[in-house]
């Protein structure tokens, strides 16, 4: 039996209440990006009321980094959550990483709250914002065609902070595997050995073209994917770079930033460096210790032959 919970998920600038306008004595109405329809078995039913209660301000800055506007018609988006128990996913065959999934065309999100937490998301308010996340991206894109890389990477930024986590991903993946090309990602999604790995190059590589070519990018990129563009072609005509020189160019600076400066930084380096360091102030010693040593000959010589001379000059004169 399942029990359905409606929520309305609501941002009104930055307050939740309902201000006046200070130009003019109207009232500011709520902003609604999504309603949610929760259906849970009655032993799911506490996780329902957590997210029945669960609100995401990062979700509209989101829907807004996407180009989607809650004022425009169509908003608030309805999205079914369906809360599924460990048997729903053997019996649908779901793998084991699979925590939860997004259907963007019928606005179904069914998440399995056992299996939570699973990287990217460390509880299930992050996996429902990440799921409702690839909803706002069916809708940003009208449903067309996008690399499996791109709508994971973005999604990443709908709920989950890169923290140190995803760092030590991404420089394990790159001491471990080296680099890989995109379509590579998008193929090692399917695999539970690369799963994670595929998340965290997917997420870092998303927020490097965001941080590079400015927040406004997905937005611009996904009109043009709306207008009927090709992935590839609108990212080009949007970056004026092919996604093959984009790639090259993060391989190059991730390769230094995650391969190579832990290393420089981490202990075996700096016990390396100790050695090296020892081993060039012993040489150095013993290079002054040798030019000491002759100086020392050649000021005993010089003595010796002085006191030679001395001993061997006529006695003057005696008065």
């Not at 490097?208 to 927040?215: I, N, S």
Request: glycine share 6%; charged share 25%; proline share 6%.
């Amino acid at each position: 039996m399942l029990r359905r919970i409606t929520q309305i998920i609501a941002w009104i600038g930055l307050s939740m209440a309902a201000p006046t306008l200070a130009t003019g004595g109207e009232s500011l109405r709520p902003v609604a990006l999504v309603e949610l329809e929760i259906d849970a078995p009655v032993e799911l039913e506490r996780y329902a009321a957590r997210l029945a209660d669960w609100q995401s301000e990062r979700l509209l800055g989101f829907a807004r980094l996407l180009g989607l506007e809650p004022e425009q018609a169509g908003f608030p988006i309805p999205v079914r959550v369906v809360l599924a128990p460990e048997s729903v996913a053997v019996e649908l065959e779901a793998p084991r990483w699979v925590a939860g999934y997004a259907r963007g065309d019928s606005g179904v999100v069914v998440l399995f709250p056992s299996r939570v937490p699973v990287y990217p998301d460390r509880s299930l308010e992050e996996l429902l914002g990440h799921e409702i996340a690839h909803v706002l991206l069916f809708k940003a894109s009208a449903g067309r065609s996008l690399p499996r890389w791109f709508h994971e990477g973005l999604s990443m930024l709908a709920e989950e902070a890169w923290g140190i986590e995803d760092r030590s991903r991404v420089a394990l993946a790159l001491l471990r595997h080296g680099r890989s090309s995109l379509a590579e990602l998008d193929e090692r999604f399917g695999d539970p050995s690369q799963v994670s790995r595929s998340y965290a190059l997917a997420g870092a590589f998303v927020r490097d073209l965001v941080r590079r070519e400015g927040r406004d990018l997905p937005a611009r990129l996904l009109e043009r994917v709306r207008g009927g563009e090709p992935f590839d072609a609108a990212f080009a005509n949007v970056t004026g770079k092919t996604l093959r020189e984009s790639e090259d160019s993060f391989w190059r600076r991730f390769t230094f930033w995650y391969r190579w400066l832990p290393f420089l930084t981490s202990s075996t380096t700096l016990w390396m460096a100790i050695v090296l360091l020892a081993l060039v102030a012993i040489r150095r010693r013993r290079q002054r210790d040798r030019l000491l040593e002759e100086k020392w000959k050649l000021e005993e010589a010089w003595n010796e032959e002085r006191l030679s001379q001395t001993e061997d000059a006529p006695l003057g004169p005696v008065n």
